[in-house]
């Protein structure tokens, strides 16, 4: 009896410990940065990076060090450009961005029906140097962990597979049957490339075998019958973490498909939003439409532990986090990108 009170009592201490660490964080002092023109976003692995792609076609590249730099009170070593490169190559707008995890080569997803590669190494390119033409609108891309294949989520209902030396497409051969509705909103892979995951219009998360591109595991109405708007791995492989339109985040665990927990208290129903963890995944962020806030749940407890306001003149598109510290993006139907950093 006293040992089960003790074990009560060391979890109510852990849980207060995480709930008052979430408020600091929160009460903290957010910088911002403003840039024009955007509607997705994707730091690279290693968070040096953020690429953007925009209404107008535009991709552009930062350096996050500039944009620190930029955003320090003291600054006085003159204007600091943290766009390195730009990229014109598309000829409709951009849907999602990757970086290939070994190389300076960054691909983009456009409603032209294309993927293309960048490679911002190079000071004055400005066009891809590689191209593929997929038969729909590409609505997501996610780079293999080994960089040498890439999926493509389109409007077509099963994920797109390249390989991207030969440009070769496969496609799953025991796809489950998928109404007219199944157009995939976001596509992701998992830490060593074993699995990916989809997240479809018609509300179905579904789990595909990254070696044989089989469908292992479909998660039929996890938003019920909205769309399903993001999924990604936890670090571990263990969890999925998925949005919809119906105003829910979920975690999922990936080996039963069971529903491990469920962040509310954040309204998201028009726009193809995000939820994301932060860089330690201790807490999960997504978006609230109406106040254009930003909602933060504790990821262990599920319980909601702050708000943060967007700054964006309507409600934000996009939110994705620095997978190496505490920042992160978003993306605003006003056209512009903020970068938000804790206080430097």
Known sequence: MVQSQLLALLLLILVQCRKQKAHQ?????????????????????????VATGSSDTSIKLFEVAKIKQMMLPDARDGPVRPVIRTFYDHLQPINDLDFHPQNTVLISGSKDN??????????????????IQDTHNVRSVSFHPSGDFLLAGTDHPIPHLYDINTFQCYLSANAPEIDVNGAINQVRYSATGGLYVTASKDGTIRL?????????????????????????????????????????????????????????????????????????????????????????????????????????????????????????????????IRFWKESL
């Open 25 to 49: 964080k929160a009460s903290q002092s957010m910088r911002h940065a403003i840039f024009q023109s955007t509607r997705c976003a994707r730091f690279s692995p290693d968070g040096k990076f």
């Open 114 to 131: 294309t993927i293309k590669f960048f490679d911002f190494s190079k000071m004055t390119a400005k066009r891809a140097f590689r191209v």
């Open 208 to 336: 595909w075998d990254g070696v044989t591109a089989n469908c292992v595991r479909s998660i039929a109405g996890a938003h019920g019958t909205a769309e399903a708007t993001s999924a990604n791995f936890t670090k571990d492989q263990r969890f999925v973490l998925s949005s919809g339109k119906d105003s829910t985040v979920k975690l999922w665990e990936v080996g039963t498909g069971k529903l491990v927990k469920q962040y509310l208290g954040a309204t998201h129903t028009q726009l193809r939003c995000q939820a994301v963890f932060n860089d330690t995944e201790e807490f999960v962020l997504s978006i609230d439409e109406p106040t254009n806030e930003i909602v933060i749940w504790d990821a262990l407890t599920a319980e909601k532990v702050a708000k943060w306001p967007s700054n964006h003149i309507g409600a934000f598109r996009w939110l994705e986090h620095s997978p190496t510290e505490a920042a992160y993006v978003t993306c605003g139907t006003d056209r512009s």
